[in-house]
């Protein structure tokens, strides 16, 4: 196992097993006095979030406990989460799960002293200013996935359940004042959620990497979480014990958010209606599209999918590199289809229409239209590449 490590990039981050024993000083150090933890229904009764709460009792904090979060959290969640952290009088957030605990838990904390509406804040140009810094409360993030890398991130993907389309709600200030990495928080996780996790971690890098903006810094990063997921996931897969393999995961997700920065791509553009219409697993689904979205990048991105393999120690540059994806989903059982994910062809022109206007698709290396997504959904149905 790696060494415990503190880093302050792009927050102040504890890795390492154990770490989770000093989430009470963590709050204490955000000034939270009286936090209120949010995580999801599934995670409610397990060892690891009793552990927690008692934890933050025995400091004297005084916890909330906050679960009705949806794995694709919906401005609902939010809603009710921002009634329970006023009326209990809490001043902070404690988001502990997921990706969607931890999404949240951010929008929660952060719409604490806003009087405009949630959908004001979507990252949409300089929304963002319209916000009231002071009324933003601080937030502890501990990840108990390895996958979205929202711990480190500025944002919260919200679905808002009147038009069935996700939202991403921005400020530079939701960004949690402290992140907890601890392995050991991991180790329960089933192989199939390893997996999709997993694969959204190397979704983030991957597309961050081959989105066109200039950004060196990120592109680096990404390269080297997507060398973490490489070496890792298939061995957290198989054996869910592997400290080693689940602390490097958790860095690769926090890598992919950090990169992710520098843009995303189709992949998610795709995803998002996906999962908005169908509530299917973000990750899983971001892991179905991934080939075909790279086939359809092919001539854009021959140049730098060669470095990146060479990179990555793989023969044969980009039919290298593809090769090596769809290895890997079928060493973690990813499907190959969508039709496999209870997906089916009746909403596909709606979806399509959803995807171009997605805000991740003008990062995508080649211009996405309606067409292209329409015909990318059908060859994700059918299984074809090439």
Known sequence: MAMPANWNYPTAIRFGAGRIDELAAACGRAGIARPLFVTDPGLRDLPITRAALGALNAAGLKPGLFTQVKPNPTDANVEAGIA???????????????????????????????????????????????????????????????????????????????????????????????????????????????????????????????????????????????????????????????????????????????????????????????????????????????????DFNREALWDKIDRLAAWLGLEDGFSGFLDFVLRLRRDLGIPHTLDKIGVDDSRFEEMAKMAVIDPTAGGNPRGLTEADALDLYQRAMDGRLG
């Open 84 to 294: 329970a952290l006023r009326d209990g009088g809490h001043d902070g957030v404690v988001a502990f799960g997921g990706g969607s605990a931890l999404d949240c838990g951010k929008v929660v904390a952060f719409m604490k002293g806003q009087t405009r509406p949630m959908w004001d804040f979507e990252d949409i140009g300089d929304w963002w200013t319209r916000a009231d810094p002071a009324g933003i409360a601080p937030v502890i993030a501990v990840p108990t996935t390895a996958g979205t890398g929202s711990e480190v991130g500025r944002a919260g993907v919200i679905t808002n359940l009147a038009t069935h389309t996700k939202k991403v709600i921005f400020h530079p200030k939701m960004l949690p004042a402290e992140v907890i990495l601890d392995p050991e928080l991991t180790v329960g996780l089933p192989p199939v959620l390893t997996a999709g996790t997993g694969m959204d971690a190397f979704a983030h890098c991957l597309e961050a990497y081959a989105a066109p903006s200039y950004h060196p810094m990120a592109e680096g990063i990404a390269v080297e979480g997507m060398r973490l997921v490489k070496d890792n996931l298939v061995r957290a897969y198989r054996d869910g014990t592997d400290l080693d393999a689940r602390g490097n995961m958790l860095v690769a997700a926090a890598a992919g958010a950090t990169a992710f920065q520098k843009g995303l791509g189709a992949i998610h553009a795709l995803s998002h209606p996906v999962g908005a219409l169908y509530d299917t697993h973000h990750g899983l689904t971001n892991a179905v599209f991934m080939p075909y979205v790279l």
